[in-house]
């Protein structure tokens, strides 16, 4: 049995800060990520994100689903086709294959808990015809313009 205390706001002791990605990999801005269990008994790994204000996640997909709860701070979320506002404990279902990326607020950070499986396919980004898809829809078009 294992206690992870947290050390600070969205920090957790003999927990390691990680960037996000690896940068130039995919277009993301002030994120950072913290592995919190990994465990192949459950087959699932829980992480932390933290958006930084103004920052985002990269837009992407892919075949596996998961599930973030919204630990800190506000911001907004692409599901699909659709933008949703989000904010303290909300619970955002990722199905597979939905586009999706989050966005903090101009003000504050998103911290985010991520559930997803150990073994999990690599996201897919956009392609400029998909990318132009998406934008039809003013809503969206607006959301990926910060």
């Not at 957790?12 to 465990?39: C, H, M, N, V």
């Not at 192949?40 to 103004?54: D, H, K, N, S, T």
């Amino acid at each position: 049995m294992t206690v992870r205390r947290r050390i600070g706001e969205g920090r957790w002791e003999r927990t390691d800060t990680l960037a996000y990605k690896e940068e130039g990999s995919a277009p993301f801005k002030a994120i950072t990520r913290q592995i919190l269990f990994d465990d192949p008994r459950l087959q699932c790994q829980l992480r932390y994100f933290e958006i930084a204000p103004g920052g985002y996640s990269t837009l992407e997909r892919h075949e596996h689903m998961h599930a973030v709860m919204i630990v800190r701070g506000r911001g907004r979320c692409l599901l699909g086709d659709a933008v949703h506002e989000v904010e303290l404990h909300d619970l955002v279902t990722i199905a597979p294959l939905t586009w999706h990326q989050l966005r903090a607020a101009p003000d504050e950070p998103l911290g985010f808990l991520c559930m997803v499986n150990n073994e999990r396919d690599r996201p897919q980004l956009p392609t400029p015809e998909q990318l132009a898809e998406l934008r039809r829809n003013p809503a969206v078009a607006a959301f990926l313009d910060g």
